[in-house]
């Protein structure tokens, strides 16, 4: 009988890089930002009222062009086999109630490795008048497929350094996944996958049961580092990357560990990870705030 441990060799197509999806139109509400804010336990007042966008708010505009890109290049017989490895956020300015959006994708890289193979997504979010509010790069990750080579590029580097873990962190917050979080999550961020919502399908996949959002679960992270280390202020998250290592479940006790390290000119630089228990769920967690 076959297994699915050893990659599978899939060819990927390389005329599919670095080609501009549609655009995707957005308009945020006072009452959309709201409703993220609060499916995300976020207890910053600004991001609960509808003032202001949260960090992680940033994947809502762009989550219906973020993997058109992919379908371009990875062939559909393997996109059973993908999960979200990456996310990085680089911000130009929050997201306000009122912004019109327009969001548009490219696949810019794949990599194969030893137990799959990632292809990077740059994503590009701008207001109607052609102001770049964020720029975001997205990691997917598929599962034992072997392309067997590297082309084009992947996103920037944002690597934990493990000597830090020796240190202790300069703040530590305790999360806890509600056991509704995932259903109040996937309308207030647009993401209806099945194993976020129906146990049946999440067992019939394997799992022991449904599965948080690990978009949830940054979005947690973020209001983690903001109140810490940002005085609760989204004006001042310049750039926010992890990387998905653990799925995380409704009932979960989860902490954040925040390590200050170097910044440059202006910036402050922090080193983050979420745990649960002995894993880490939440890996690669770099955050750049500004004075």
């Known amino acids: 009988m076959a297994t699915d441990t050893a990659p599978r060799p899939v060819e990927f197509d390389d005329s599919g890089l670095n080609v501009w999806s549609d655009e995707e139109s957005f308009e945020v509400t006072r009452e959309r930002i709201a409703e993220y804010a609060a499916a995300t336990n976020d207890p910053i007042p600004a991001h609960l009222s509808g003032d202001i966008a949260p960090p992680v708010f940033a994947i809502v505009p762009v989550f219906e062009a973020m993997m058109m890109p992919v379908i371009d290049v990875v062939p559909m017989d393997v996109f059973g086999r993908v999960v979200h490895g990456e996310q990085d956020f680089h911000f130009h300015r929050p997201i306000r109630p009122g912004d019109r959006l327009v969001s548009r994708a490219r696949a810019i890289g794949y990599e194969g490795r030893e137990n799959g193979t990632t292809i990077t997504i740059h994503i590009e979010c701008r207001a109607d008048d052609g102001e770049l509010v964020n720029e975001q790069y ?28 020796d240190r202790p962190p300069v703040a530590a917050v305790a999360q806890h996944v509600d056991d509704d979080q995932t259903y109040r ?35 947690m992270s973020s209001w983690a580092v903001l109140t810490e280390a940002a005085d609760s202020d989204v004006h001042k998250l310049k750039r926010f990357a992890v990387r998905f290592s ?3 479940f409704p009932g979960d006790d989860l902490e954040t560990r925040i390590w200050r390290i170097d910044g440059t000119g202006g910036e402050n630089a922090y080193a983050f990870r979420t745990i649960r228990g002995a894993d880490s769920v939440l890996t690669d967690g770099l955050a750049i705030i500004a004075d």
């Open 138 to 165: 997205l990691t997917a990750f598929f599962r034992n497929i072997d392309v067997g080579k590297r082309v084009g590029s992947s996103g920037p580097a944002h690597k934990f350094d493990a000597g830090l873990a």
């Open 185 to 219: 999550y996937a309308p207030a961020s647009g993401d209806p996958v099945p194993l976020h919502l129906d146990e049946q399908v999440a067992k019939d996949a394997g799992l022991p049961g449904i599965i948080a959002h690990g978009l949830c679960t940054m979005a």
């Open 246 to 248: 653990k799925m995380v």
